[in-house]
């Protein structure tokens, strides 16, 4: 088998231990070759193809804990402004088809896997493997959460000690877009006291309340909030053109609207460091054991299928179910949140 391979979107840890795994299964065991897609799906519609050796990686050093991807992705709107999804991804497919390729693993969010789903309702078989910080795909777990989720408790364990020194309100802004797994679960396994998550807008006079309540208690407020987290009634911040936007300021209008209130309040913006550098032992794991499985399934004759991770086991879900999700108020997440009396923005309650 001619098998392509390529990460799309935004980095995160763990995607070189996939590709690592693709690479060794499909040349070693499986007598197959393996072509890495240079820059993500822009790059497979310019045809940007080099074929990946069983130990390419050495030329570069080591791999698996390497963060980033060596494959490059470039985080650019999909598809590019005036071309319609179906035409670019009809366009990717051709590409492969001329090169002579028989499979496409592709390793993406939600926005790649989408384009993947396109691609192979051409007849192309296509394997898809779910990869993002957010941990936003339906029905899985994605290889880079659980690094970026260690970046954050990091950070927290950090600033819980000059809070408690100062007395101070520290207010630490966690990526995740439009899904509340990440910040949530920053501030679970952070000890946070207040959690602001986008599928819960927050109320400035519960916050405040909610903080001096805890100040007077503890002295000190630890706070996560999402990058996407805004007060009720007022529109999300955003900056860059459609298609290629990204959240900013949730910390900062935080921070504002408090400090006039609230004595002594600081904030942090994580950022990009959530995505970058090496990846946790759990990461190069559920990567290692996607990227085997994803050429064993195409041996078997299957595709049209992300293989997934349900927190015990891998699963395979139809590639065209593929679907974004958020946090339901009445999942466990939140319900453990709640019961460790770590505030939502908002009394509950009373909503
Ligand atoms: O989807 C991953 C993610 O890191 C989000 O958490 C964040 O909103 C976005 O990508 C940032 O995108 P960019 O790297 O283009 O700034």
Known sequence: MKIAILTGGGDCAGLNAAVRAVVVNATRNHDSEVWGVQGGLYGLHEGQFEKLESNFWYKEGFVLERGGTLLKTRVKRLPP??????????????????QGFDALVIVGGDITLGMASIISKQNFPVIAIPKTIDNDVLDTESIGFNTALQVGVNAMDRVRTTAMSHDRVIIVEVMGRDAGF????????????????PEIPYQIEDLIEAIQERKRRD??????????????GVQKNKVGVMGNQRY??????????????????RSVILGHVQRGGAPLAFDRIIASRMGVAAVNALKAGKSDIIIGWDGSALTEIPLNKIQSRSLNVESNLVQTAIGLDIFLGKDLKKS
């Open 81 to 98: 402004e005036g071309v319609e999804r179906e035409k670019f991804a009809v366009e990717c497919e051709k590409v492969l088809r001329s």
């Open 219 to 232: 002295g000190f407020v630890t706070i996560v909030i999402s990058e996407a987290a805004f007060p009720e």
């Open 248 to 265: 900013r300021g949730a910390a900062h209008i935080l921070e504002e609207n408090l400090c006039d209130q609230v004595h002594s309040v």
């Open 182 to 197: 990440l910040p949530l679960s920053v501030a679970i396994a952070g000890g946070a006291d207040i959690a602001l998550i």
